[in-house]
Protein backbone atom coordinates (compact mmCIF):
# COMPACT_ATOMS: atom_id res chain seq x y z
CA UNK A 1 0.00 0.00 0.00
CA UNK A 2 2.78 2.33 0.78
CA UNK A 3 4.55 1.91 -2.46
CA UNK A 4 1.12 2.66 -4.21
CA UNK A 5 0.90 5.82 -2.87
CA UNK A 6 4.69 6.67 -3.45
CA UNK A 7 4.01 5.68 -7.66
CA UNK A 8 0.70 7.64 -6.93
CA UNK A 9 2.47 10.93 -5.41
CA UNK A 10 5.48 10.45 -8.23
CA UNK A 11 3.38 9.98 -11.07
CA UNK A 12 1.36 13.05 -10.04
CA UNK A 13 4.64 15.25 -9.74
CA UNK A 14 5.93 14.22 -12.62
CA UNK A 15 2.78 15.01 -14.40
CA UNK A 16 3.01 18.28 -13.37
CA UNK A 17 6.52 18.21 -14.41
CA UNK A 18 5.66 18.26 -17.99
CA UNK A 19 2.48 20.92 -18.33
CA UNK A 20 4.12 23.97 -16.77
CA UNK A 21 5.10 25.82 -19.69
CA UNK A 22 2.65 24.19 -21.55
CA UNK A 23 0.15 26.78 -19.63
CA UNK A 24 1.46 30.19 -21.25
CA UNK A 25 0.36 31.65 -24.25
CA UNK A 26 1.92 29.02 -26.66
CA UNK A 27 -0.68 26.49 -25.31
CA UNK A 28 -3.54 28.65 -26.62
CA UNK A 29 -2.73 27.70 -30.23
CA UNK A 30 -3.83 24.42 -30.78
CA UNK A 31 -2.85 24.48 -34.56
CA UNK A 32 0.97 25.05 -34.21
CA UNK A 33 3.32 23.43 -36.05
CA UNK A 34 4.68 20.35 -34.37
CA UNK A 35 8.41 20.85 -32.74
CA UNK A 36 11.49 19.66 -34.00
CA UNK A 37 12.58 16.34 -31.84
CA UNK A 38 15.80 17.49 -29.04
CA UNK A 39 18.38 14.68 -30.08
CA UNK A 40 19.16 12.40 -27.28
CA UNK A 41 21.48 9.61 -27.19
CA UNK A 42 19.69 6.53 -28.46
CA UNK A 43 17.61 9.29 -31.12
CA UNK A 44 21.37 9.53 -32.49
CA UNK A 45 22.72 5.52 -32.54
CA UNK A 46 19.40 4.58 -34.56
CA UNK A 47 16.68 6.54 -36.64
CA UNK A 48 13.22 7.49 -35.18
CA UNK A 49 10.25 4.52 -36.78
CA UNK A 50 8.62 5.86 -39.91
CA UNK A 51 10.97 8.93 -40.43
CA UNK A 52 10.92 9.55 -44.29
CA UNK A 53 13.39 11.45 -46.17
CA UNK A 54 12.61 14.82 -45.33
CA UNK A 55 12.50 14.48 -42.02
CA UNK A 56 15.00 16.96 -40.20
CA UNK A 57 18.07 15.84 -38.96
CA UNK A 58 19.09 16.62 -35.16
CA UNK A 59 21.14 18.95 -36.23
CA UNK A 60 18.74 20.72 -38.10
CA UNK A 61 16.33 20.17 -35.42
CA UNK A 62 18.68 22.18 -33.05
CA UNK A 63 19.34 25.07 -35.19
CA UNK A 64 15.63 25.57 -35.38
CA UNK A 65 15.56 26.15 -31.78
CA UNK A 66 18.73 28.10 -30.95
CA UNK A 67 18.13 31.33 -29.78
CA UNK A 68 14.91 30.64 -30.37
CA UNK A 69 13.16 31.09 -26.03
CA UNK A 70 9.58 29.92 -27.22
CA UNK A 71 10.19 27.15 -29.26
CA UNK A 72 12.56 26.04 -25.93
CA UNK A 73 9.72 26.46 -23.90
CA UNK A 74 7.38 24.57 -25.70
CA UNK A 75 10.23 21.67 -26.42
CA UNK A 76 11.27 21.94 -22.53
CA UNK A 77 7.06 21.01 -21.55
CA UNK A 78 6.80 18.52 -24.14
CA UNK A 79 10.14 16.98 -23.09
CA UNK A 80 9.13 17.22 -19.52
CA UNK A 81 5.37 15.71 -19.99
CA UNK A 82 7.06 12.66 -22.05
CA UNK A 83 9.89 12.17 -19.33
CA UNK A 84 7.13 12.68 -16.80
CA UNK A 85 4.94 9.31 -18.55
CA UNK A 86 8.39 7.44 -19.24
CA UNK A 87 9.17 7.78 -15.29
CA UNK A 88 5.72 6.56 -14.06
CA UNK A 89 6.00 4.07 -15.74
CA UNK A 90 9.58 2.91 -15.37
CA UNK A 91 8.68 3.14 -11.58
CA UNK A 92 6.06 0.60 -11.62
CA UNK A 93 8.07 -1.81 -14.48
CA UNK A 94 10.67 -1.68 -11.24
CA UNK A 95 8.22 -2.28 -8.77
CA UNK A 96 6.38 -5.20 -10.69
CA UNK A 97 9.76 -6.57 -11.59
CA UNK A 98 11.28 -6.40 -8.17
CA UNK A 99 7.33 -7.99 -6.65
CA UNK A 100 8.34 -10.90 -9.75
CA UNK A 101 11.53 -11.49 -7.62
CA UNK A 102 13.29 -12.27 -11.40
CA UNK A 103 16.49 -11.09 -11.40
CA UNK A 104 16.51 -10.48 -15.16
CA UNK A 105 13.46 -8.37 -15.28
CA UNK A 106 14.64 -6.26 -12.29
CA UNK A 107 18.02 -5.75 -14.49
CA UNK A 108 16.38 -5.09 -17.60
CA UNK A 109 14.01 -2.65 -15.73
CA UNK A 110 16.72 -1.01 -14.29
CA UNK A 111 18.49 -0.55 -17.43
CA UNK A 112 15.40 0.97 -19.13
CA UNK A 113 15.54 3.45 -16.31
CA UNK A 114 18.44 4.56 -16.30
CA UNK A 115 18.42 4.89 -20.07
CA UNK A 116 15.45 6.98 -19.81
CA UNK A 117 16.75 9.14 -17.11
CA UNK A 118 20.03 10.03 -19.09
CA UNK A 119 18.15 10.68 -22.16
CA UNK A 120 15.68 13.01 -20.23
CA UNK A 121 18.98 14.92 -18.76
CA UNK A 122 20.86 14.76 -22.37
CA UNK A 123 17.99 16.51 -23.54
CA UNK A 124 17.40 19.45 -21.02
CA UNK A 125 21.17 20.02 -21.30
CA UNK A 126 21.26 20.57 -25.33
CA UNK A 127 18.08 22.92 -24.77
CA UNK A 128 20.19 24.78 -22.23
CA UNK A 129 23.29 24.70 -24.81
CA UNK A 130 20.71 26.25 -27.54
CA UNK A 131 18.96 28.91 -25.27
CA UNK A 132 19.88 32.24 -25.53
CA UNK A 133 18.04 33.77 -22.66
CA UNK A 134 20.59 33.52 -19.61
CA UNK A 135 17.48 32.43 -17.18
CA UNK A 136 15.77 30.00 -19.46
CA UNK A 137 19.74 28.07 -19.92
CA UNK A 138 20.33 28.28 -16.26
CA UNK A 139 17.07 26.97 -15.26
CA UNK A 140 17.56 23.92 -18.30
CA UNK A 141 21.30 23.30 -17.03
CA UNK A 142 20.19 23.20 -13.68
CA UNK A 143 17.47 20.54 -14.47
CA UNK A 144 19.57 19.01 -16.09
CA UNK A 145 22.14 18.10 -13.89
CA UNK A 146 19.20 17.32 -11.09
CA UNK A 147 17.99 14.98 -13.13
CA UNK A 148 21.88 13.10 -13.56
CA UNK A 149 22.08 13.45 -10.03
CA UNK A 150 19.12 10.51 -10.17
CA UNK A 151 21.75 8.18 -11.03
CA UNK A 152 19.24 6.18 -13.23
CA UNK A 153 17.22 5.69 -10.06
CA UNK A 154 13.45 7.16 -10.38
CA UNK A 155 12.39 6.18 -6.31
CA UNK A 156 14.79 9.29 -5.86
CA UNK A 157 12.62 11.64 -7.29
CA UNK A 158 11.33 14.27 -4.93
CA UNK A 159 7.75 15.79 -5.71
CA UNK A 160 9.01 19.37 -3.89
CA UNK A 161 12.13 19.48 -5.70
CA UNK A 162 10.35 18.63 -9.17
CA UNK A 163 7.66 21.31 -8.51
CA UNK A 164 10.93 24.00 -7.56
CA UNK A 165 12.48 22.76 -10.79
CA UNK A 166 9.18 23.68 -12.14
CA UNK A 167 8.77 26.96 -10.90
CA UNK A 168 12.46 27.69 -11.84
CA UNK A 169 11.79 26.71 -16.02
CA UNK A 170 8.00 28.49 -15.60
CA UNK A 171 9.40 31.50 -14.50
CA UNK A 172 12.43 31.77 -17.23
CA UNK A 173 9.31 30.96 -19.68
CA UNK A 174 8.14 33.90 -18.78
CA UNK A 175 4.70 32.01 -16.99
CA UNK A 176 4.75 32.51 -13.63
Given at each position: ????????????????????????????NT??????????????????????????????????????????????????????????????????????????????????????????????????????DA??????????????????????????????????????????
Open positions: MRRLLSVTAVSGALLLLGTGCSSGKAAETAAPLPAISTPAAASAPAAGASAGAALPGEADAALSGNTAAICQQAAKTGGDAAKNFAQDLKLLIDAESSQDKDLVLKAKQKTARDVENYSFALKDMSKLAAKLKAALADMGSQVTALKGDVRKINAERLAKLQATLDKACGNG
